[in-house]
């Protein structure tokens, strides 16, 4: 569980035969490349990428302009249930894998390619025609003859097209010459007639050359009549915009046809393309290549096994440069991995720190579960979880799975409130019977309601608070026994004695200073006297009778006040042999007396939202519940609409809220008592396959 130990894996092998080792290192995957400094260049590998590399850019090119996204979306699956099937794709080396795809992709872009540049070209006559009928409109309100145009004997008359941006810039540049502006229905041109001295003319022409602008004419094969010409622009633009339509119909049905295929090319070349740009530079001599990489401990007979046929080297990482380089590659059961997402979201583990995946996956199901408790709404959480998980693909496919174990434990919680739907499970059909004296489930009928949240009475309230509490308490103090683990690890024993410990030691003292005041009624200044001989909440539970409020009262404070004495004075020995640090004893001191007090309450405190997230989620339900009775119930379209409607909007907002509540325990009370992180990830010498699966033959 956590982390898998890793090896160094070293192939030498004549640098000929290079595109043969790719091609084994490919099918063993497990591998994480050690960058070389090495500028020699493998001339068999570098042919081969560059084919890669052009067919995959004629593949991606196409599937940009169709449009057509690299993974199917989260609606298409919630709406249309979109599932893309992997194809077997057999495969020896990474030399024929290349030209089989330089061969194969024609026969399957080559269509939707010449669609696409009809398309592109179809758009650019539909805009050229509409530029020319613009400026046509103007000529033809002018009821102009362009054939007069031109140089006379005294005077310069000439119509150009212009962008509407340098109008002012040109006006300015030919000063003192009469120019008259027409607006054209596409904004950003406009058109302007020039008349001028016959001497200014080739400065006129040299302007308007400068901005990109040539006297307008009416194209050749047009009719030089304006009114004429502007018809069959008009006829035009129809005639090409059934064509641009047409084409889109089919480039859309096309879509549908081809995309696995597509998409499936497009992969398999972006994997020939990234394999062989990661392995382009080994290190070694002119002759002799040397690829080094890392590997985990227990594929080491594996790949062993994949580079037999050179001379190929297993070894345990020593030298201290690579050391720092070491990758993580996680090694979790398979429910823990689901929340392998979330570690990642806070860096990943340092080597030799612990992996906090195992604790989340514990915890997580805890606090989504309890602030999210309805068996209804987790039953339907699970479900969409689930089917992300089993249509989804790749890290979609991750999430979903996290959403289902969120939604399981919530319908299971659920159990605990008694509560569906916002309903109390005792009164539901099915179930009433069954919990009954003599039902079936009657012998676990306790479980249901053990938390329950039926009336909302103070008493409910205040034992869902101390459940919360409890959880954060062992979360918290979870964290701080790390957090020593760590420090004695890299050998900071004054730390740990000085500050670590009695760090706990504090903590504890306040929190059961916490308990006591609970237990006496919330009467704080006298908890100590004896006449408080009430239990403590959690504290007698463990300790027994014997331990009442005044008892407890007085040997927490102790406690506490003997935790801060000793963190003082190891804050004030610390900061006078490590003055860099800028503490000085006085500043220590309040940040023990203050800083670490009150953190500890805050922290503790920061919990009970796992109780007030679910009174909330109980109240909203109970509200939307009591509307629908009132509305008129199942007779009522009305009151259907706001039930089915409210019980979707509670869900969403909700399930999200509570969501971002049991991440925010997680990064900020967990993590940052301990975690350090920031290792990089182990890479695969393959990205993850989602529409293929590589079939290795052996010659």
């Known amino acids: ?131 020319l009928k613009d400026t046509l409109e103007v000529i033809r309100k002018m009821k102009m003859d362009l054939s007069g145009f031109g140089l006379m004997k005294y005077f310069f008359t000439n119509l150009f097209v212009i962008n509407s941006a340098d109008y002012d810039e040109i006006s300015r540049s030919l000063e003192g010459i009469t120019i008259y502006k027409y607006d054209l229905e596409n904004k950003e041109k406009s058109a302007i007639l020039v008349i001028s001295d016959t001497e200014d003319s080739e400065k006129v022409l040299k302007v308007l050359r400068s901005f990109n602008s040539n006297t307008f004419k009416i194209p050749e094969g047009f009719p030089q009549i304006p009114s004429e010409a502007y018809e069959l622009a008009e006829s035009k633009i129809k005639e090409l915009t059934v064509k641009q339509a047409s084409i889109k119909k089919e480039l859309a049905g096309l879509t549908k ?59 345990d990482i020593t030298d201290p440069k690579l050391r720092e380089e070491i990758p993580t590659l996680f090694d979790n059961k398979k429910f823990v991995k689901t929340f392998e997402v979330i570690t990642k979201s ?17 915890m997580w199901p805890i606090f989504y579960g309890l602030m999210f408790a309805d068996m209804g709404h987790g039953l339907l959480l699970m479900g969409l979880g689930l089917l992300f998980k089993f249509k989804g693909q790749g890290e979609l496919s991750r999430w979903g799975m996290l959403i289902a174990i969120s939604g399981a434990s919530a319908a299971i919680a659920g159990v605990g ?11 539901m059909g099915p179930f009433e019977g069954l919990l009954e004296e003599g039902g079936a489930l009657h012998s676990i009928s306790w479980i249901v309601g053990i938390l329950s949240v039926a009336e909302l009475t103070f008493e409910q309230v205040i034992n869902i608070l101390k459940v919360s509490l409890f959880i954060g308490i062992v979360h918290l103090v979870w964290a701080m026994i790390l957090r020593v683990i760590r420090l004695l690890k890299e050998g900071h024993k004054l730390v740990v004695f000085t500050e670590a410990i009695p760090n706990i030691t504090l903590y504890g003292g306040i929190v059961v200073i916490m308990m006591c005041a609970i237990g006496s009624q919330y009467d704080v200044m006298n908890m100590y006297s004896r006449v408080h001989t009430e239990a403590v909440p959690w504290v007698t539970m463990f300790l027994g009778d014997w331990a009442q409020v005044w008892i407890v009262t007085r040997i927490a404070v102790v406690i506490v006040i003997a935790s801060m004495i000793i963190m003082m004075v190891g804050g004030v020995m610390h900061a006078k042999k490590h003055p860099e640090d800028g503490a ?17 309450l805050a922290h503790t405190i920061s919990y009970a939202r796992l109780g007030i997230m679910l009174l909330v989620h109980a109240a909203l339900l109970l509200t939307v519940n009591n509307a629908f009775s009132s509305l008129g119930g199942a007779e009522s379209g009305g009151a259907m609409a706001m ?54 033959k052996r010659k």
């Open 417 to 427: 409130a008694g509560e569906a739907f916002g309903y109390h499970l005792d009164h």
């Open 257 to 315: 046809k081809v995309r696995r295929d597509i998409l499936s090319l497009h992969e398999k070349a972006l994997v020939a393309k990234d394999v062989l740009e990661t392995l382009r530079k080994p290190g070694g001599t002119k002759h002799f290549a040397v690829i080094q990489g890392f590997i985990p401990e227990k594929m080491e007979a594996k790949f062993t096994e994949s580079t037999k046929q050179w001379m190929s080297v297993v070894e």
């Open 346 to 362: 806070q860096g990943i583990p340092k080597a030799g720190e612990p992996d906090p995946t195992p604790m989340i996956a514990l």
């Open 1 to 131: 569980m956590g982390t898998a130990d890793l090896k160094l894996g070293t192939v030498i092998l004549p640098r000929s035969e290079s595109p043969k080792l790719i091609s084994r290192l490919t099918e063993f995957e497990w591998y994480h490349k050690i960058d070389s400094a090495s500028d020699l260049v493998t001339p068999e590998i570098d042919d081969l990428l560059l084919k890669a590399q052009q067919t995959y850019q004629s593949i991606d090119d196409v599937i940009k302009g169709m449009g057509i996204p690299l993974t199917v979306g989260i609606m298409e699956i919630l709406f249309k249930g979109t599932v893309i099937k992997k194809k077997d794709y057999e495969i020896n080396e990474i030399e024929d894998m290349v030209e089989e795809l330089s061969k194969e992709a024609p026969s399957i872009i080559d269509k939707p390619a010449k669609l696409l540049e009809d398309a592109a070209n179809t758009r650019l006559s539909i805009e050229e025609y509409k530029s």
């Open 643 to 696: 039930i089915i409607g409210g019980n979707l909007g509670i869900m969403m907002i909700e399930g999200l809220i509570v969501y971002i509540q049991s991440l925010r325990l997680h990064l900020y009370e967990f993590f940052t008592k301990w975690y350090v992180g920031g290792s990089q990830p182990f890479r695969q010498i393959r990205p993850e396959l989602i529409y293929n699966q590589f079939i290795w």
């Open 584 to 600: 000085d004893p006085a500043s220590v001191i309040m940040e023990v007396l203050l800083g670490k007090t009150v953190e500890s």
